[in-house]
Structure formats: structure tokens, C-alpha cells
């Protein structure tokens, strides 16, 4: 089998055979386009304010879609005069990150916005900075202890879940297929948006009679996508449909769905990456849809701990402090409203 990199594959294009693979521009590419909110015509909050010092910290930008949160959260920060963003490195792991937090901790901004390594294992950081008095802004990864947090932002990982089995059982429904082989492509199985999102798949799919006949995680990378999809396209000869949870390591999962050489399935991608969303354009893969859970959240992010920072709330709602949590909404892209979704594509 061939090992796909992320900078060696591409979502589409030719088979890729024994030694062979495709070069291409992937998501995590430097001057790759941010998701950043710059038109603020209309929003009285944009006016510079007090300074507000940020401290940022995610894990280091290995994956397209962690990439673009770190990418979104900079260009955030920049489209505000008022705003210093100080960003510290995360390491490998999260004793690494939480000794990077004590150290950003102790030089006391005014706000902190975090994407954990694991939200369970930084719920201790999390609780340390807020006893200190700086807000912190948990993004993505949740904390288990609500003190340990100012505002939580995080997509709809149970809601992704359901959109692609929605979206998989009623294609399957129309087609009139009764007795579905479907697979399923997870991320890391220990994290808990993972169980969730495949709580969610599972849910759905039970409304339709469905179920998953088999589940091979991978890791969020191409790599461990292929080898998952190598792995799921022996034990199942024949399937009707398959949800892979992440639009990266799905550039793995194609590959080695091309190097079988299957087609009489539909595949849905999750996150909403710009490779699976031209892909889906192009109709000239197994890939049909992607769910969303775009890392604009990150540019979202900045915005709030800009506002919590200067003690403002959002300017549409009439309660006067930035909300405790929000969760953002998982949609389902297809052909008929790709172009609409290309601009948060990362």
C-alpha cells in the first residue's frame, strides 16, 4: 500500500497506484485564506476600545483543520487595532501545553482562548487561569468543569453525527435500499467528540432502521485514513454508503478507495475542508457531502474574548455579557450548494 502524506495527496484526480502518488496544495499551506469577520460597518463593537491582550494557545498545526484554527485566530486578532494576540506553543502533548499556560498565566492577560490538547486533562489550567482572573474562552475541546471556563465555542459534534446519518439514511431510503452495508471512518476513538459524533451517526441512523455493519478508526491524519479505509474495504466486499468524520484524513480514504478500486458507494466527509468541497463540486468521486464543523470558530473566538475583555456583550442580543456557550451548527454540503460553502472551506 501506498503511504499518502498530506502534501503528496489530493482529493480526486487519478487513481493512485503502487508508488505513485499525486502532489498537491493542501489546507495547513502557509498564506492559505482565513475565515475572518472584516466587514463591521454595521457593528458598534468594532470600534476600538480598551486594549485587550489575548493569550492563544493549540496544539501545533499538523492537521488542515487545526492549522486553519490557529491561522483563523491570527487574522482575527489582526483586524483589530485593540487587540494583542500572544501566542504560545502548545508542544507535543498536555503536560506540555499546560506548563506553556503557566507560564502565559503569569504574565496575566486580559483574556485567554485555548484549544486543548484534551479538554479533560487542561480543565486544571483552565480552573488556574480563571481563579486568577482571566477569563478563558475553551474552544472546541470541552472542559468538564464549567468554573474552568468564561465561554465555551465548539461545534455540534453530537449534530455531526446526526447530519450525516440523516443525510446517508435518507439517500439509502430513496433508493430503496432495506438491508444498508454502511461503514464508518472515526477519528481518535479516545476522545470524546469522537464518541460523540459517532453517538450522533448512530442515533440517525436507527430512525431509518439502519445501522453501522463496520467502524475502523484512523488518527485525523491521511495516513491513518488509508490505512483505515484499506482496512474496512477488505472486511466489508460490498457496501452502500460509509461516513469518514474528517475531510483530512479523508484524502487517505480516497486513495485507498481508488487503489481498490470501489465505487458502488457514497462516501460523506465531515469538517468541510476546501479539498472535499471542490471534490463534491466535481461529482467525479464517491464523495457526495461533507458536514460542517468549520474552524471559523476560531476567528469567532477572538472576536468574543476581544468583547469579554473590554466587558462588552454581543450587540444583537439584549443580554448585556458575551454568552456562557456557544455551538456552532453542523450543515450538510453537497453539489447543490458547494459554492455557497467555498468560502469556509480551509
Given at each position: 500500500?501506498?503511504?499518502?502524506?498530506?502534501?503528496?495527496?489530493?482529493?480526486?484526480?487519478?487513481?493512485?497506484?503502487?508508488?505513485?502518488?499525486?502532489?498537491?496544495?493542501?489546507?495547513?499551506?502557509?498564506?492559505?485564506?482565513?475565515?475572518?469577520?472584516?466587514?463591521?460597518?454595521?457593528?458598534?463593537?468594532?470600534?476600538?476600545?480598551?486594549?485587550?491582550?489575548?493569550?492563544?494557545?493549540?496544539?501545533?498545526?499538523?492537521?488542515?483543520?487545526?492549522?486553519?484554527?490557529?491561522?483563523?485566530?491570527?487574522?482575527?486578532?489582526?483586524?483589530?487595532?485593540?487587540?494583542?494576540?500572544?501566542?504560545?506553543?502548545?508542544?507535543?502533548?498536555?503536560?506540555?501545553?499546560?506548563?506553556?499556560?503557566?507560564?502565559?498565566?503569569?504574565?496575566?492577560?486580559?483574556?485567554?482562548?485555548?484549544?486543548?490538547?484534551?479538554?479533560?486533562?487542561?480543565?486544571?489550567?483552565?480552573?488556574?487561569?480563571?481563579?486568577?482572573?482571566?477569563?478563558?474562552?475553551?474552544?472546541?475541546?470541552?472542559?468538564?468543569?464549567?468554573?474552568?471556563?468564561?465561554?465555551?465555542?465548539?461545534?455540534?459534534?453530537?449534530?455531526?453525527?446526526?447530519?450525516?446519518?440523516?443525510?446517508?439514511?435518507?439517500?439509502?431510503?430513496?433508493?430503496?435500499?432495506?438491508?444498508?452495508?454502511?461503514?464508518?471512518?472515526?477519528?481518535?476513538?479516545?476522545?470524546?467528540?469522537?464518541?460523540?459524533r459517532s453517538a450522533g451517526?448512530?442515533?440517525?441512523?436507527?430512525?431509518?432502521?439502519?445501522?453501522?455493519?463496520?467502524?475502523?478508526?484512523?488518527?485525523?491524519?491521511?495516513?491513518?485514513?488509508?490505512?483505515?479505509?484499506?482496512?474496512?474495504?477488505?472486511?466489508?466486499?460490498?457496501?452502500?454508503?460509509?461516513?469518514?468524520?474528517?475531510?483530512?484524513?479523508?484524502?487517505?480514504?480516497?486513495?485507498?478507495?481508488?487503489?481498490?478500486?470501489?465505487?458502488?458507494?457514497?462516501?460523506?466527509?465531515?469538517?468541510?475542508?476546501?479539498?472535499?468541497?471542490?471534490?463534491?463540486?466535481?461529482?467525479?468521486?464517491?464523495?457526495?457531502?461533507?458536514?460542517?464543523?468549520?474552524?471559523?470558530?476560531?476567528?469567532?473566538?477572538?472576536?468574543?474574548?476581544?468583547?469579554?475583555?473590554?466587558?462588552?456583550?454581543?450587540?444583537?442580543?439584549?443580554?448585556?455579557?458575551?454568552?456562557?456557550e456557544i455551538t456552532l451548527?453542523?450543515?450538510?454540503?453537497?453539489?447543490?450548494?458547494?459554492?455557497?460553502?467555498?468560502?469556509?472551506?480551509?
Amino acid at each position: 500500500m501506498t503511504v499518502i502524506t498530506r502534501r503528496r495527496a489530493l482529493f480526486g484526480g487519478a487513481a493512485v497506484t503502487a508508488g505513485v502518488a499525486l502532489s498537491a496544495c493542501t489546507s495547513n499551506d502557509p498564506g492559505t485564506d482565513a475565515q475572518v469577520k472584516t466587514d463591521t460597518s454595521d457593528n458598534a463593537n468594532a470600534a476600538a476600545g480598551s486594549k485587550v491582550i489575548i493569550g492563544f494557545s493549540a496544539p501545533a498545526a499538523d492537521h488542515g483543520w487545526i492549522a486553519a484554527i490557529t491561522n483563523n485566530a491570527k487574522a482575527q486578532a489582526a483586524a483589530y487595532s485593540d487587540v494583542e494576540l500572544r501566542s504560545v506553543a502548545a508542544g507535543a502533548d498536555a503536560a506540555a501545553q499546560r506548563s506553556a499556560l503557566a507560564t502565559l498565566i503569569a504574565q496575566k492577560p486580559t483574556v485567554i482562548v485555548l484549544l486543548p490538547h484534551d479538554g479533560k486533562e487542561l480543565n486544571a489550567s483552565g480552573l488556574e487561569a480563571m481563579r486568577a482572573g482571566i477569563p478563558v474562552v475553551n474552544l472546541d475541546r470541552a472542559f468538564p468543569s464549567a468554573a474552568a471556563y468564561r465561554l465555551q465555542i465548539k461545534g455540534d459534534n453530537y449534530g455531526m453525527g446526526l447530519a450525516a446519518g440523516q443525510y446517508i439514511g435518507g439517500q439509502l431510503k430513496s433508493k430503496g435500499v432495506s438491508n444498508a452495508i454502511i461503514g464508518e471512518i472515526p477519528g481518535i476513538d479516545s476522545l470524546e467528540l469522537t464518541q460523540e459524533r459517532s453517538a450522533g451517526f448512530n442515533a440517525a441512523l436507527a430512525v431509518f432502521g439502519y445501522k453501522v455493519a463496520n467502524r475502523r478508526p484512523a488518527e485525523f491524519t491521511a495516513d491513518s485514513g488509508q490505512a483505515a479505509a484499506t482496512s474496512l474495504l477488505q472486511a466489508l466486499p460490498k457496501m452502500d454508503a460509509l461516513w469518514n468524520h474528517d475531510d483530512d484524513q479523508g484524502i487517505g480514504v480516497l486513495a485507498a478507495i481508488k487503489q481498490a478500486n470501489r465505487s458502488e458507494f457514497f462516501m460523506v466527509g465531515g469538517a468541510g475542508s476546501k479539498a472535499a468541497i471542490d471534490a463534491i463540486s466535481k461529482d467525479d468521486s464517491v464523495l457526495k457531502a461533507t458536514v460542517t464543523y468549520s474552524p471559523s470558530m476560531a476567528s469567532s473566538a477572538i472576536s468574543l474574548a476581544r468583547l469579554i475583555g473590554q466587558g462588552k456583550g454581543m450587540s444583537d442580543l439584549v443580554e448585556l455579557q458575551v454568552p456562557k456557550e456557544i455551538t456552532l451548527a453542523s450543515e450538510t454540503i453537497t453539489k447543490e450548494n458547494a459554492a455557497k460553502y467555498g468560502k469556509l472551506g480551509f
